[in-house]
């Protein structure tokens, strides 16, 4: 950067330069200095009724070389054009890029301040959920639905049917999994295909899937995590016939996809770079609600935590049209992290929706919080730790 540009950190460094100024005075002795000065020959009015403010002359002082240390080296300078660094310009704009290319939601009709860990109905009015199941480097999958615009959609698949298989293959590839804090898992080594309610997987002969037990299972949890829509998955060789992989051998039967109804209870996890997520655990699945909402009270290990503070309790009530969570204590959610809090509340309500029913908390200090009306039932989600996608 040339001597004629000024730019904040050397504004900052300058104004740390500047003396202090100390008055050691009493405030008796400034009294005092005030009833002899011969301009005051009335008395002071209350600064409301004031017109013009009469600034200290200590704060003058200080207002006006704050001033010249900003000023003078502008007027001393021949030129009179500010330009700014090439190299700035072009690290912004990448940075401004990056961001619209992909970054966690906030939605345009929800609260900022606060990430949400669900996705509801009215978030995909205009826009399309894309499910997926991405690997951590813990040898588990983290469900993720990424919302991208109808437009978007209308440009890039034209006249296909939109459906998840359609949107996998057009934007699987276009995730960078690395710098969401997930390892390079997608797209699969695969022919990804559909047939009415059945999607076909043909995986190619150099795949890797079958090195290990490990890997055969984040394989099924993924395509379970991604494949909303379709009733079963049949995993097949290149050229369509059975495939053998080496730690189950010949698969002739189809998968049955749960999809959203995939009855799993949700807990916290945590990546590396402190981003949390809500994730099943490891796709474990029950067979009441019951019994997965009473079951988020327990760490299952040490990979997920429970959602539910440990001083915080509740019992479940089936009114069959609707689950009644009711909290043995009257619950305060400003006594808790407002991360924690949002954890809590739609860790229940993605956990009640994956039984695809819908829950009414009861027994709450606050009638509403973050958008939530708590004096009638909550909405019931249809993703998981939502992220926007907008593509180029």
């Given at each position: 950067m040339s001597d004629d540009n000024w730019n904040e950190k050397k504004i900052v460094e300058t104004l740390r330069q500047i003396p202090k100024i100390s008055d050691h005075r009493s405030k008796e002795d400034v009294l005092q200095r005030l009833k002899n000065d011969p301009r005051l020959n009335k008395e002071v009015q209350p600064a409301k009724e004031s017109k013009k403010v009469k600034w200290p002359p200590i704060i003058a002082t200080v207002a006006a070389i704050l001033l010249l240390s900003i000023l003078v080296p502008s007027f001393m300078k021949q030129s009179t054009q500010v330009t700014m660094d090439k190299a700035s310009v072009d690290q912004s704009d990448h940075s401004v890029q990056e961001a619209m290319s992909l970054e966690i939601s906030p939605f345009s009709n929800r609260m900022m301040s606060i990430p949400h860990y669900a996705v509801y109905p009215n978030d995909i009015i205009d826009q399309t959920?894309?499910?997926?199941?991405?690997?951590?480097d813990r040898a588990t999958i983290i469900p993720v639905t990424f919302l991208i615009p109808d437009e978007q959609i209308k440009q890039?698949?034209?006249?296909?049917?939109?459906?998840?298989?359609?949107?996998?293959?057009?934007?699987?590839?276009?995730?960078?999994?690395?710098?969401?804090?997930?390892?390079?898992?997608?797209?699969?080594?695969?022919?990804?295909?559909?047939n009415e309610k059945q999607v076909l997987m043909k995986f190619s002969a150099t795949h890797s899937y079958d090195k290990a037990s490990a890997t055969l299972e984040m394989l099924n949890q993924s395509v379970q995590d991604t494949f909303y829509g379709f009733d079963e998955i049949k995993f097949l060789q290149e050229d369509g016939s059975a495939i053998t992989?080496?730690?189950?051998?010949?698969?002739?039967?189809?998968?049955?996809?749960?999809?959203?109804?995939?009855?799993?209870?949700?807990?916290?996890?945590?990546?590396?770079?402190?981003?949390?997520?809500?994730?099943?655990?490891?796709?474990?699945?029950?067979?009441?609600?019951?019994?997965?909402?009473?079951?988020?009270?327990?760490?299952?290990?040490?990979?997920?935590?429970?959602?539910?503070?440990?001083?915080?309790?509740?019992?479940?009530?089936?009114?069959?049209?609707?689950?009644?969570?009711?909290?043995?204590?009257?619950?305060?959610?400003?006594?808790?992290?407002?991360?924690?809090?949002?954890?809590?509340?739609?860790?229940?309500?993605?956990?009640?929706?994956?039984?695809?029913?819908?829950?009414?908390?009861?027994?709450?200090?606050?009638?509403?919080?973050?958008?939530?009306?708590?004096?009638?039932?909550?909405?019931?989600?249809?993703?998981?730790?939502?992220?926007?996608?907008?593509?180029?």
């Open positions: 959920a894309f499910h997926i199941g991405l690997a951590t890039n698949l034209a006249e296909q049917q939109i459906d998840s298989v359609a949107l996998y293959n057009a934007y699987a590839d276009k995730i960078d999994e690395e710098s969401l804090g997930f390892s390079n898992y997608h797209p699969f080594d695969a022919t990804i295909s559909s992989f080496d730690q189950v051998g010949e698969l002739s039967e189809s998968i049955s996809l749960k999809g959203a109804t995939s009855h799993q209870a949700y807990y916290r996890f945590m990546q590396e770079n402190g981003e949390q997520f809500l994730s099943s655990n490891f796709g474990e699945s029950f067979d009441t609600v019951e019994e997965a909402l009473m079951q988020m009270k327990e760490n299952p290990n040490d990979i997920y935590s429970s959602v539910i503070p440990e001083d915080v309790d509740f019992t479940v009530k089936d009114d069959t049209d609707l689950l009644h969570v009711e909290f043995t204590k009257s619950l305060d959610l400003e006594t808790l992290q407002a991360d924690e809090a949002m954890q809590l509340i739609e860790g229940l309500l993605l956990t009640a929706a994956s039984f695809d029913r819908q829950i009414q908390l009861d027994h709450m200090m606050q009638k509403e919080w973050n958008g939530f009306d708590f004096t009638k039932p909550l909405p019931k989600p249809v993703g998981v730790n939502p992220k926007i996608l907008i593509l180029e």
